[in-house]
């Protein structure tokens, strides 16, 4: 039944990205956000871009999707693939950009059409608050690489202003990104809106320990893959035998792979590619330790979803969100960001005998922290807020 109040609420997830089928990694974290709302009988549709040509409607586990068009199938091209804001680099790509902030607006106008009570949810304050209509009651939610366009940019910084200070409720997913956003936009975050958003409802089960090292997210830049190579062979070197794993897929993979062959020709270094959030846990279930070398992370999900699994976790001491998760002494360790550090902090875990039971005793709170249904729980106060104007 609707909570009280809610009147068939209904929500327009205003995103450039979603899960283009059952099990897409693309936006994958707002899925299970969706089923859980819909559980609390709220009226949940999603407005998102067309990709590569493939637009129209769609149902993803009984979930409404409206993909809109908005440049031919070869300029469909900067959703879902995290290079959204190197559009902005090229005349074609701003283009792009232009339609597709016409294609949001008007898709998320035909979503709230006929509804009596509306929240247009923007996921990203680049394209979605951007492009939301401003008649809309529009809570904003931003996620990490739109927050760390703010610290970069004056441009960006002009233009995320007035959607921010629009929104009747702006959240994030760790206390880093907070203080960005309140630095640089100048918009107060209230306690509750710091919310990382959930982790799918899945069996988690303790890992067992014996499958090494794992690496577990996009392959770029910003995540310092090479950085966990050197280091796991720095550690090698020392004696350290765990093997390295490392999950996922990216535009660095190639550079990485033939870095990989570089370090450790004789093996030791595997690539699994990219895997479905309902194949993680299996992912972490013999791993003896989570590296995540990653810089100015929104949360380092993969941390948690390690915790969870007691699973230690090193991280950097620049790793912006991260480190609301993993903190020394709790089932991790956090280290400067240089192979040596890591290499001996991998060492220092690897003869710990109570790093896994600290993991596992901190990631009880994640389990709770990350549910759909707390997550969702925490959204209906938002929805809640955004419709009486607070």
């Not at 009147?7 to 899960?19: A, G, I, W």
């Not at 590619?273 to 989570?290: F, K, N, T």
């Not at 790793?319 to 002494?329: A, E, I, P, T």
Request: net charge neutral.
């Amino acid at each position: 039944m609707p909570p009280a109040g809610t009147d068939r609420l209904r929500v327009v997830f205003l995103t450039h990205n979603y899960p283009r089928h059952a099990g897409d990694v693309a936006g994958g974290f707002l899925h299970p956000l969706a089923l859980a709302l819909v559980e609390r009988g709220v009226d949940l549709r999603v407005v998102a871009p067309s990709d590569a040509g493939q637009g129209g409607e769609d149902v993803i586990d009984g979930i409404p999707v409206t993909r809109v068009r908005y440049a031919s199938p070869s300029r469909e091209r900067y959703a879902y693939t995290g290079t959204m804001t190197d559009a902005v680099r090229s005349p074609p790509g701003v283009v792009a950009l232009l339609h597709l902030h016409t294609a949001l607006r008007d898709g998320a106008r035909a979503a709230a059409r006929g509804a009596d009570q509306v929240i247009v949810h923007a996921h990203w304050w680049i394209p979605a608050a951007l492009a939301a209509p401003p008649e809309l009651p529009m809570v904003v939610t931003c996620h990490g690489t739109d927050v760390r366009l703010l610290e970069k940019s004056g441009i960006a910084r002009w233009l995320a202003r007035p959607p921010l200070r629009r929104a009747r409720v702006v959240t994030t997913v760790s206390s880093a990104l907070a203080k960005t956003i309140e630095a640089r936009a100048g918009v107060q975050l209230s306690p509750d809106a710091i919310q990382p958003m959930p982790v799918a409802s899945l069996d988690r089960p303790r890992s067992v320990g014996g499958g090494g090292l794992v690496v577990l997210g996009r392959l770029t830049a910003q995540k310092r893959v090479t950085l966990a190579i050197d280091a796991w062979a720095m550690a090698r070197a020392a004696g350290l035998r765990w093997p390295l794993t490392i999950v996922g897929d990216g535009p660095m993979r190639a550079q990485l792979e033939a870095h990989a062959q570089r370090v450790a020709p004789d093996g030791g270094i595997t690539f699994r590619g990219a895997v479905a959030p309902s194949s993680v846990p299996s992912e972490l279930a013999y791993a003896d330790l989570l590296l995540m070398p990653a810089e100015q992370e929104g949360l380092g999900l993969s941390a948690a979803e390690a915790l969870m699994q007691g699973v230690p976790v090193v991280a950097c001491a620049d790793g912006g969100g991260v480190l609301d998760v993993v903190k020394d002494g709790e089932g991790g360790r956090v280290v400067a960001p240089d192979a040596a550090a890591l290499a001996g902090a991998m060492h220092a875990v690897s003869a710990d005998d109570a790093a896994r039971d600290a993991a596992w005793h901190a990631g009880r709170e994640w389990r709770t922290h990350l549910s759909p249904a707390f997550v969702a729980d925490r959204a209906m106060t938002w929805y809640q807020r955004a419709l009486r104007g607070e």
